[in-house]
């Protein structure tokens, strides 16, 4: 193919350019200018913005990367949640699962969505906000301005020094705890 002095003078300096650019891939040579190293796999460039994805090539222009799996990038703010894309705009993710943005203060409670404006989280369990102080006891809630959480159960909270004493309530400035027992 090359037979004219000035074609191979042409073809030799290419093939020397290609030869000097090799690089290795673990026990592979390959060129660089074409090709890349993902994870000790070669893979051809291609797109606008090569990357590599654990031993496989995307173009990271239309795609990304997710936990090792390839997803198509879309919507206004592409994201990842676990091995899924989705659009961070108008969704998030919530320990693996994707649930829509909804409400003042979108949160997660496990893998539910809810608003935190109006409920809160209690180990796992959404519950409305309530009363002036809300809280949890396990996965009820409560206001703890007026009740108590007692070893997971909600007690009134009466006396001078409310307490409580295993599951139950009492104002510790006229009895004791002994044991989980009132003495």
Avoid: E, H
Avoid at 85 to 100: E, L, N, R, V
Avoid at 134 to 149: I, L, N, R, V
Wanted: glycine residues 12%; hydrophobic residues 25%; proline residues 6%.
């Amino acid at each position: 193919m090359c037979k004219s002095s000035l074609l191979v003078f042409v073809c030799l300096v290419s093939w020397t350019a290609t030869v000097m650019s090799q690089s290795a891939c673990g026990t592979t040579q390959y060129n660089p200018t074409f090709s890349m190293c993902c994870s000790g796999v070669v893979q051809p460039k291609s797109g606008i913005t090569p990357s590599c994805c654990g031993t496989k090539g995307y173009d990271a222009t239309f795609y990304m990367c997710c936990s090792g799996t390839i997803q198509p990038r879309s919507g206004l703010q592409p994201s990842c949640c676990g091995t899924l894309g989705y659009d961070a705009k108008f969704y998030m993710c919530c320990s693996g699962t994707i649930q829509p943005l909804s409400g003042l203060q979108p949160s997660c409670c496990a893998t539910k969505g809810y608003d935190a404006k109006f409920y809160m989280c209690c180990s796992g369990t959404i519950q409305p906000l309530s009363g002036l102080q809300p809280s949890c006891c396990g996965t009820k809630g409560y206001d703890a301005s007026f009740y108590m959480c007692c070893s997971g159960n909600i007690q009134p909270r009466s006396g001078i020094q409310p307490s409580c004493c295993g599951t139950i309530g009492y104002d510790a400035a006229f009895r004791k705890c002994c044991n989980g027992q009132l003495c």
